[in-house]
């Protein structure tokens, strides 16, 4: 497909990389002829230098045989102006940016009046994605497949548990659980297990589940995961006021610390149900007076990496709270996730994969077949969704028959609305959508 992308900063700069990687033709506008450097000199992508909001740069641009344009500059004014231009111009579907959670509240409004194909959020998504994770607080990452019906949860094994040197074929016949084992994490190394493949307390697993069945998992292998029922969120932003909104119909009890006195007065007529105190998020002893040591749930989410990091590993050294760290910054991906922070919450990336996922099944009405797609461990593994096509060879032939690649796994099934967790027998068939 012909995309253009308005906006080169972070979020714009991982949409280009991974539309490139996929085979897509895309041009990248933005007003900073500094910024569009990285994209010229590193990826097969056109770069105009301009206003994206000008009618004549999208003209330039190409919107006229474009089939998406995607508006992710930091003004949800200026997303939402290039897509009206685009849409007026050149038709296209359009993707805007928005994240004043003001226009937030009127997004259907706004949706049907500029006629957007999709909205995104990034502190709302990013909240959705947190009180996923403390809805199952071993989990360390969570990510909704076949329209939420199964989920690819990420935990560590802890020392005490029955998954500590057992075998992979093991979890079906010993523990009784309909999980798949997908990936497994050991220091720099990452597998995809065979059945003969020895699990280790500290190792990172990757599994396929429903949501019933992961529950039901935890608990046999001796996992404690019990939802969460007190918090401290550190930092009174937007991703903070989604977080507590979205948790407002749990029984977590929320305290929100922000050294900004006049948000904090903001944020106690905007969260009625929240505990709002006022002060520093990295003083060690306002964290400990306000209970850092008894808190089942820990979330640094100021706007300062550095501050995030060091209030979740100081936090990590105090309780046994679930943590969860926000990060701005993509570049130290690896360094960052092998520190003690529990779950680290990409905004950006967050954001990147949502627009992904809708350029995808935009694909899949034009001729594709991939409907989701994720990165397990930075660019080490991906989990991929695709919808079967009736001309596919592996029709009709048991799995443990397919001469598959080495790492490849086939994970999960969605047969009209029904999940099968796939065994050697199981086969796959087409059916007419």
């Known amino acids: 497909m012909k995309i253009i992308i308005v906006g080169c900063g972070k979020v ?17 506008i933005d007003h900073r002829a500094e ?27 190409g919107v006229k045989e474009a089939d998406l344009l995607i508006a992710t500059t930091g003004s949800d004014e200026l997303n939402m102006l290039c897509c009206l231009i685009a849409k007026k111009t050149g038709d296209c579907h359009t993707v805007a940016r928005i994240r004043n959670p003001e226009y937030y509240q009127e997004i259907q409004y706004i949706r049907g009046e500029l006629n957007l194909s999709l909205a995104i959020n990034p502190e709302r998504a990013a909240a959705v994605e947190i ?20 989920e690819l949860l990420k935990f560590m094994i802890p020392k005490d548990s029955a998954l500590d040197q057992m075998q992979v074929s093991d979890v079906v016949s010993k523990l009784k659980s309909n ?20 699990m280790q307390a500290g190792d990172k697993i990757s599994f396929i589940a429903s949501h019933k069945d992961s529950a039901a998992f935890f608990k046999k292998a001796g996992i404690v995961n ?4 007190t918090a401290i969120l550190v930092g009174g932003g937007k991703l903070a006021y989604y977080l507590a909104k979205a948790l407002s119909d749990t029984r977590i009890k929320i305290k929100i ?78 360094v960052i996730n092998s520190l003690n922070l529990g779950s680290v ?6 954001t990147a994969d949502i627009i992904l996922q809708y350029v995808r099944a935009m694909q899949n009405s034009m001729g594709s077949n991939v409907e989701t797609l994720y990165k397990i461990v930075a660019d080490k ?10 001309d596919a060879p592996m029709l009709g032939v048991p799995l443990e028959r397919l001469n598959l690649k080495e790492n490849l796994l086939l994970a999960c099934i969605n047969r009209n609305g029904t999940i099968i967790m796939p065994r050697g027998q199981d086969m796959v068939w087409y059916k007419k959508s």
């Open 179 to 198: 999980v798949l084992i997908c990936a497994v994490e050991r220091g720099e190394d990452i597998f995809i297990p065979d059945g003969s493949f020895i």
């Open 12 to 28: 714009g700069r991982t949409l280009a990389e991974q539309l490139c990687r996929e085979n897509h033709d895309v041009t990248v």
């Open 131 to 150: 009180a996923r994770l403390l809805r199952f607080p071993s989990a360390i990452k969570i990510e909704p497949f076949a329209k939420g019906r199964v």
């Open 257 to 334: 610390i922000e050294r900004d006195e006049t948000r904090c007065r903001e944020l106690s007529k905007l969260l009625p149900g929240a505990m709002i105190i006022h002060g520093d998020g990295t003083d060690q002893n306002l964290l400990l007076e306000e209970g850092i040591q008894s808190t089942e749930a820990f979330a640094s989410l100021t706007g300062v990496d550095e501050e995030n990091i060091m209030m979740s590993l100081y936090a990590a050294s105090q309780s046994n709270a679930k943590l969860i760290t926000k990060v701005g910054r993509i570049a130290f991906e690896n």
């Open 345 to 350: 919450i990409y905004p950006k990336l967050l």
């Open 226 to 229: 019990n939802a969460v029922k």
């Open 35 to 61: 910024a569009l450097k990285y994209v010229s000199d590193n990826l097969d992508a056109l770069c105009v230098v301009g206003n994206g909001a000008v009618f004549q740069t999208q003209i330039e641009a």
């Open 381 to 390: 593994a991906e989990a991929l969704e695709f919808r079967v096509r009736k």
